[in-house]
Every structure is written in structure tokens, then in C-alpha cells.
């Protein structure tokens, strides 16, 4: 697996690992990106995505009136 160099701040890596109770900033940022990206697979499966657009469309027949 690839790997990526990042640089962040000090204390948004220590408030990271605290509220996701890892003990390593990577372990925190890891977490965080995997829940993240799991939470808009999860949304795009509810929602649709751009592709579905088609469904959107007002191809719904007119109302008739009185």
C-alpha cells in the first residue's frame, strides 16, 4: 500500500486522537478518513449521484384540472 507524508497541526492532531481514542496521530487520522469516506458511500447509496440526475426530472404527467 502507498503511502502519504502529511503535516498538521499539533493540537488538531491531539484533539483528533482524543475524540477518536486512538494514541497515534496517524492511527487518528486513518480512522477519521475511513468513517468519512464510509459515511458518503453510505449517503451516495441513499441519495444517488450525479448519474442519477435523470431521475430528477419533472417527466411526471400535468395534473388535470376541473
Not at 493540537?11 to 487520522?29: E, F, H, R
Amino acid at each position: 500500500m502507498a503511502q502519504v507524508t502529511v503535516t498538521l497541526d499539533a493540537n488538531l492532531a491531539i484533539d483528533a486522537m482524543m475524540l477518536s481514542g486512538t494514541k497515534s496521530p496517524q492511527d487518528a487520522v486513518e480512522l477519521i478518513l475511513r468513517d468519512y469516506l464510509a459515511r458518503g458511500r453510505r449517503t451516495e447509496t441513499r441519495t444517488g449521484d450525479a448519474a442519477d440526475g435523470h431521475r430528477l426530472t419533472a417527466d411526471r404527467p400535468a395534473v388535470q384540472e376541473g
